[in-house]
């Protein structure tokens, strides 16, 4: 693991292209970005995101989405993974389900608001809710004792709970006391190699064996919401969590027992070869009598399109034209469609069994509608489509036995801003607000926050301020205004607009704050006789071991 991973954005640089969005953050260009779940947690280049890792724009999705939430409308959650399934659950009111997890390391802090916030609105449109405590995570990775861990654990429920979480029809729980978490946790660290830890986390030789299991920890927390019926489940967390949701989606799929390929013959194909291939049946189809299209008219087609030839008896395939292709892909292509010979070439739908038991693919089979054709190992579908299949597949595994695994998506926030510039850190007190600040305390650290504002009030008034690189404006956007986007956009139009001075901005929004952790520790009380009727142990029985400090 590094913990050098690149950090600050270098806003300033003139060099940098910045995109800028009205509402709340900035995207900078600068160096590589690397993600690392226990490194720094600033992002200094957002596109970098899409570009390198996948991720793609929340903004590609949101009309989807049923009734979208403000961090969604103001770009605060900018990126997702595979969130078209979960708009779509939401809509329809199909089984959905949304889940996170905390590492009770420190107080909760307006950071982690955001993730309450996308929990409970999740829970609010209908989806089944979890959230849990990462306290083997805070124990194996971050060495915090297991009293600490209490203490923490319990104000990371009181502010989930006091928020609006709705215990009685969401579940919450510690990773330590989830035996059915651990249970599947095993389960999926056979899935796992040692090899791809140290690919994905820089896991090596001095990594603790702990720390590996809390990952498959957190493997399973992330599917544990499908453990009794499959359904898109969608992860909100930082960005620096994405290696997580991709390993989890990894092993959901290894854990399948068919995968779903689309094929044309017997023969499996690689992605390249199979965008060839169709393209050859495609063109081929019309030409061909009563659309007879057989594997060594393909071949010849990828060769060359014009010596396709329906009325040989023996079609044959120029050895020479052969050898002179390029492209790799194409050549194995014209090579297994050649080997295929006379067999026909028809687009199909396969179910490959990943060793699925022989009950399994025998009811596979069985089940699969209309013509079909099976081999050894997968069986082709004439007349199925691929969400057809998909959707046969899962209810043959889940009655045969198996879990069905949805892979899970994700969305993913911009991390805030720290008061003082820089990142927010749980560890530099006066860069976040924490939910349990006394609310004068927070009304202090916000007067005394930086700003996007200029030097003097005259050049504001004509220049406008940089609400955009401001962190009180940050406030406003992703907390202090709630639901009002008209609020919002009157801040920072006046920022920029230089009708807005920065003394009476930052009152305006210490007075908020205030009023908001005046509000919310209320709540936090009253929600005390919620936690107290959970089903969940607040006092780890555990004992020290060597090494832990005393606290
Ligand atoms: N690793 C997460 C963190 O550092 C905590 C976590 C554990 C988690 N299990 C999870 C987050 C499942 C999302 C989903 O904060
Ligand atoms: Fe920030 Fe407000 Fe000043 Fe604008 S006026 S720079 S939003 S503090």
Known sequence: MTDDTPTETDADDPGVETERRPDGGTATGADDVTLDPWGSSTIADYRKLFEEFGIEEFDSVLEEVPNPHYLMRRGVIFGHRDYRPVAEALRSGDPVAVLSGFMPTGDPHIGHKLVFDEIIWHQEQGADAYGLIADLEAHSARGLTWSEIDEHARDYLLSLLALGFDPDEGT????????????????????????????????????????????????????????????????????????????????????????????????????????????????????????????????????????????????????????????????????????????????????????????????????????????????????????????????????????????????????????????????????????????????????????????????????????????????????????????AKEVYDECVGGERLCGDCKEQAAVLMREFLEDHQEKREEAEALLADLDLDLDSPRRRVAGETTD
């Open 172 to 487: 919450l729980y510690r990773q330590s006391g989830n035996r059915e978490v651990q249970d599947l946790a095993f389960e999926l660290g056979s899935k796992a190699r040692f090899a791809e830890f140290e690919g994905i986390y820089g896991f090596d030789g001095e990594t603790s064996v702990s720390h590996m299991q809390s990952v498959v920890t957190q493997m399973a927390d992330i599917l544990y919401p499908q453990i009794e019926e499959p359904k898109p489940t969608v992860i909100p967390v930082g960005p620096d969590q994405d290696p997580h949701v991709r390993l989890a989606r990894d092993l959901a799929a290894r854990m399948r027992f068919f995968k779903i390929t689309e094929a044309y013959f017997s023969q499996e194909l690689t992605a390249a070869e199979r965008v060839l291939v169709a393209d050859a049946h495609a063109s081929l189809v019309d030409r061909a009598d009563d659309g007879d299209v057989r594997c060594v008219h393909g071949a010849q087609y990828l060769v060359d399109p014009d010596a396709v030839d329906f009325d040989a008896d023996r079609p044959s395939v120029d050895d020479r034209a052969v050898g002179e292709i390029d492209d790799p892909a194409r050549a194995s292509a014209v090579e297994k469609l050649r080997n295929a010979g006379m067999e026909p070439l028809r687009p199909r739908i396969r179910f490959l069994s990943r060793d699925a038991s022989d009950d399994a693919f025998e009811a596979l089979v069985e089940r699969v509608d209309g013509e079909k054709r099976r081999y050894d190992e997968h069986v082709d579908a004439f007349d199925l489509s691929r969400a057809e299949a998909e959707e046969l597949a899962r209810e043959v595994e889940v009655d045969t036995g198996g879990y069905g695994f949805y892979p899970p998506s994700s969305i993913y926030h911009r991390f805030m801003t720290g008061l003082t510039g820089g990142k927010m850190s749980s560890s530099i007190p006066a860069s976040h607000i924490s939910l349990l600040d006394d609310p004068d305390n927070g009304y202090a650290k916000v007067k005394s926050a930086t700003t996007g504002g200029r030097d003097t009030a005259e050049e504001q008034r004509q220049k406008g301020g940089e609400a955009d690189k401001c962190p009180v404006y940050e406030l406003y956007a992703y907390l202090l205004s709630g639901d009002d986007d008209d609020f």
